[in-house]
């Protein structure tokens, strides 16, 4: 069985890449690596966690997001879902800026790389590879664009991976913040005749 391209990507040092192994059996529930344990729980905090999700462990994991997002994470690594993985950063509003791109943030600090206008792969590269060589550029900043191009190139040259450009649906509100929520012409009729 010939191994997983994603795994042979020189990555895992540079840009915080783990976990891209695939194994058998059972489809990971998680992205990150897992494993069983025990809990012994009050019945009262059973039935919060399953109202937050029906499955207890997702449960827990919603709930901590917010402390996980206080940790230091890599500027760029790879998220696999199956046999594909995306690139999540560290947000910053250079990345966006100097390359055109929004960043999609993610509930653990993190963000995913959208193209609100039509850009190739190969361009975004170039953009970032030019942006490197700005001495203007944060420490920070040049962490995440240099981590974002090894990951491109690293994947550009490897015989067994293909760069595919997605698109993803983002819901916008037309409200601003804070302004009252739209009411139901049902609701409204009701209103009126309560009055």
């Known amino acids: 069985m010939a ?20 194994r058998r059996g059972r489809p990971r529930k998680f992205l990150a690596p897992s494993r069983a344990i025990t809990l012994t729980l009050p019945e009262h905090v059973i039935d ?36 594909r993985a995306v690139i999540v950063v560290n947000p910053t509003r250079t990345l966006e800026q100097r390359t055109g791109i929004t960043l999609v943030p993610l509930p653990d ?23 490197i ?22 994947a550009r040259r490897a015989k067994d991976i293909t760069v595919h450009q997605r ?3 983002v819901l916008e509100s037309r409200r601003r913040s804070g302004a009252p929520a739209a009411i139901s012409r049902k609701a409204r009729i009701s209103a009126k005749a309560s009055t």
Do not use: C, M, N, W
Request: charged share 30%; no cysteine.
């Open 3 to 22: 191994g997983d391209p994603l795994q042979e990507l020189p990555l895992e040092k540079a840009s915080g890449v783990t976990g891209l192994t695939r």
């Open 48 to 83: 919060a966690l399953s109202a937050v999700d029906a499955d207890l462990s997702r449960a827990v994991v919603r709930l901590t997001q917010p402390e996980l997002a206080k940790r230091p994470h890599a500027p760029a690594e790879l998220a696999r879902y199956g046999q």
């Open 109 to 131: 600090g993190r963000a995913l790389i959208s193209f609100e206008r039509p850009r190739t792969i190969a361009d975004l590269e170039l953009t970032i590879s030019d942006s």
């Open 133 to 154: 060589a700005d001495s203007r550029l944060s420490r920070d900043d040049q962490a995440t664009f240099q981590a974002i191009e090894e990951i491109l190139r690293a």
């Open 167 to 169: 698109s993803i649906i």
